[in-house]
């Protein structure tokens, strides 16, 4: 990186996460302290506002913005899929502001761009299933974004698939919420559980009678959106053979709780970790007579 680009990138990286130390942005441009320290002073120099703390670090004067920036096509392309991703999978406010972000992205780019940009924006496509924009679902994504904004504590009816006590499948859950996220199609709710006093995923198909509470909460500083180290571990090895001739289709079907996979002389042989059979039962029954379980007895 010459030094015309580290200073770009320096403003960036400044902009981005706030206060960083002289150490923090040689570890990240991969330079000396010294080397930065140049580099903080040419900027300074050339207008830029970074104010110094001892001891803390520094930081872009507040309200400092870096003018329009010049994107590749490759970076367009990157910024448009995901704004008409977002557009498509997220509900009608964060819908127009995906939009119009495009349309600014799209509007500043240079002649000689628009056009290989428009071309590849036009032709890749993420197709899933997007959820019906009137549906109770989207409604909820509503309630949750506002709940994640304000800090507000949630109270909703969760139905459990797998149970290991005999109790009922539907609990009245009250939860600090931390993030959203979009897997396997199915939008998932992070957040601490009360009950459980951990951090849970909550599915939102399984979520009946979202209330917001007005009591709040406050966040912690490093969530993410992922699962909790705590959840209850997948301490159950599944092992089972399938057919030569449908190892293609068992790959092309692969389960969400498939670990690795192995040629063998009859046929492929995959692992699995589960937590509780019931979990990969359905999918091991859509195979037949094509797939032979070696272990666990309890599932043969």
């Known amino acids: 990186m010459n030094k015309t680009d580290r200073l770009l990138a320096i403003v960036l990286e400044l902009q981005r996460k706030g206060r960083q130390r002289a150490e923090d942005l040689a570890d990240v441009f991969e330079t000396s302290k010294r080397t930065i320290y140049r580099d903080i002073l040419a900027l300074c120099e050339a207008g830029v506002p970074i104010l110094s703390v001892p001891g803390q670090g520094y930081s872009l004067m507040k309200g400092y913005f870096l003018p329009p920036l010049s994107f590749t096509t490759e970076e367009a392309t990157m910024l448009l899929l995901g704004s008409d991703f977002m557009a498509r999978n997220f509900d009608a406010q964060y819908r127009a502001a995906a939009e119009s972000a495009g349309r600014k992205i799209e509007g500043v780019l240079p002649e000689t761009l628009r056009e290989d940009v428009q071309y590849m924006h036009n032709n890749i496509r993420f197709i899933g299933g997007n959820t019906d924009p009137y549906s109770k679902e989207h409604e909820m994504l509503q309630q949750l974004r506002r709940a994640l904004l304000a800090r507000n504590t949630i109270r909703f009816c969760y139905y459990t698939r797998h149970r290991r006590d005999e109790q009922e499948s539907a609990q ?90 192995e040629e063998a002389e009859d046929g492929l042989l995959v692992t699995l970790m589960i937590r509780h059979p019931n979990e990969i039962l359905q999918w091991l029954l859509s195979w037949g007579s094509r797939v032979r379980v070696l272990e666990p007895d309890s599932l043969r």
């Open 172 to 261: 009245t859950r009250e939860a600090d919420p931390y993030s959203l996220a979009y897997f396997l199609g199915a939008w998932h709710l992070v957040a601490y559980c009360h009950l459980r006093q951990d951090v849970r995923n909550f599915r939102l198909d399984r979520i009946e009678d979202l209330e917001l509470l007005t009591h709040t909460f406050t966040r912690p500083t490093n969530i993410r959106a992922c699962q909790s180290e705590q959840e209850s571990p997948r301490n159950v090895t599944v092992r089972v053979l399938f057919d030569k001739e449908i190892a293609r289709w068992v790959r092309e079907g692969r389960s969400y709780y498939v670990t690795a996979e």
